[in-house]
């Protein structure tokens, strides 16, 4: 009776270690987003574009990619510093990782469904980093939502 619980207890933390390295893969990707990020403006012209725009207009546009290149440091930095506190299961983890599977799925189904990609992808380059793009925040969403429903108990 002792040896199975043993066991089990050996073999819940060993899951929750997975977990955490997963986390931790997950934090370094935002990495990746973020220097695809980086890479945008240039990519797509985007001074060309916003060029006859009012200049609070793309005062406004700069302060909002600069609020979601903070979102995208933050979110690595917590989920690969925090990943064995994210993956315990507790109710405050739990509540973080369903924020990230809502704010990734929103990101997912916005760049696949109402940006029209296809002007930009002139390039196996370009076509091959949107699809790695798509495929990271795939696992991202993946990860986050394993984390939030088996966090502590996977």
Known sequence: MIDLWFQEEILSK?????????????GVLHLGLISANALMPRTVNLS???AALPQFIRQMFWVYYSFINLCLVSFGLITFSLAGKLASGDDLARAICI?????????LVTGIF?????PYLTTIGRRLGYYAINIV?????IIYAWAAWKGGQS
Request: glycine content about 2%.
């Open 14 to 26: 060993m899951k929750i270690i997975n977990l955490t390295g997963l986390l931790q893969i997950a």
């Open 48 to 50: 060309a574009h916003i």
């Open 99 to 107: 924020f990230f599977v809502a704010f990734w799925t929103l990101r």
């Open 114 to 118: 109402v940006f029209n990609m296809r």
């Open 137 to 141: 925040i795939v696992y991202l969403l």
